[in-house]
């Protein structure tokens, strides 16, 4: 569970093989904090979960599948729709135990970018569409997809290859593994925590600072950490976050990636030399959609 704006993962739980991402992403529910907007892939969706999750009060923004049968009961001015969800199709031809939801449709009329002019389909429980317009809760929805630097920050920066490491983790037991997990979470943690307080003493979104660049700061002062005294650790600390706070990267150009994979070993295709280069995207994200 990472919370998209900070990248700072809130809670992580683990599994075997045969668990399914569902079942485990249950486990992280009462992790949720009571004011937050919890933002789901299509996968996680179902009425029991849904359910669930709203009767504890949790706001939901959940991308759903084009097959799921939705009927408008009202139109609202934003172009969403509310509808129910039912949890069967017995239910449905009844109206019984059906949960009203808003749902939003849109498509990107941007042939450049991935997904253009295919149908998407959010489903949420922010019924209001004045307090929450539809191409707000849109561009909203795509931040999940900051979860995925966070992956590479933990992969990649936090625990790069070395000579004589053929995989991630040495462990050579389950417990062992778990273990290295944890700890490669809370040194992630660590970093993410100190850039949001060093960010925050400057009124600098945490996005300009580099994670690379803040790490090595880390590493390089932690030797010299003076904590004999209260003051000395406070001096140290407060050098740590004013010398974070100068480690500030570009604001981030508009740009896409090709959703292909070098080897073809999934859904996606291959990619090509025609990936590469592409021209200078003239929209941006919030410009392509469009509110079906």
């Known amino acids: 569970m990472v919370e998209v704006g900070t990248h700072v993962e809130v809670a992580l739980t683990i599994g075997g093989y045969h668990d399914a991402e569902p079942t485990l992403a249950e486990k992280l529910w009462d992790k949720l ?9 299509r996968g996680f969706f179902s009425y029991e979960h849904w359910n669930a999750l ?10 759903i599948k084009s097959n799921m049968v939705l009927k408008p009961t009202q139109r609202l001015a934003d172009g969403s729709f509310v509808a129910k969800i039912y949890p069967s199709s017995y239910r449905r031809s009844q109206d ?64 790069p290859r070395r ?13 062992g593994v778990e273990q290295e997990v944890y ?4 040194g992630h943690f660590t970093v993410r925590a100190l850039m949001l307080e060093s960010a925050q003493t400057v009124d600098l979104d945490v996005d300009r600072l580099s994670f690379t660049g803040c790490l090595r700061i880390l590493q390089a002062r932690l030797p010299e950490c003076e904590s004999a005294t209260p003051q000395s650790l406070d001096r140290w ?3 740590l976050l004013w010398e974070m706070a100068h480690e500030r990267i570009e604001p981030r150009r508009n740009r896409i990636n090709p959703r292909v994979v070098k080897r073809k070993m999934s859904k ?25």
């Open 96 to 159: 019984r135990d059906g949960i009203v939801v808003r749902v939003i449709e849109y498509a990107l009329d941007d042939p450049q970018r991935t997904g253009h002019e295919q149908p998407h389909r959010l489903m949420t429980n922010l019924l209001d569409a004045e307090r929450y317009p539809a191409l707000e809760l849109v561009i909203l929805y795509h931040e999940r997809w900051e979860e995925e630097l966070v992956f590479d920050e933990q992969k990649t920066h936090l625990d």
């Open 54 to 63: 709203e009767a504890r009060g949790i706001k939901l923004l959940v991308r």
């Open 268 to 292: 996606f295709a291959k990619k090509r030399p025609q990936h590469r280069g592409g021209p200078p995207l003239k929209k941006t994200f919030a410009q392509t959609v469009v509110i079906s």
């Open 237 to 239: 600390y407060t050098c």
């Open 183 to 186: 700890a490669l979470s809370l």
């Open 163 to 175: 000579a004589g490491k053929p995989a991630h983790f040495r462990s050579q037991t389950p417990v």
């Open 33 to 41: 904090p009571a004011d937050s907007l919890l933002l789901e892939n």
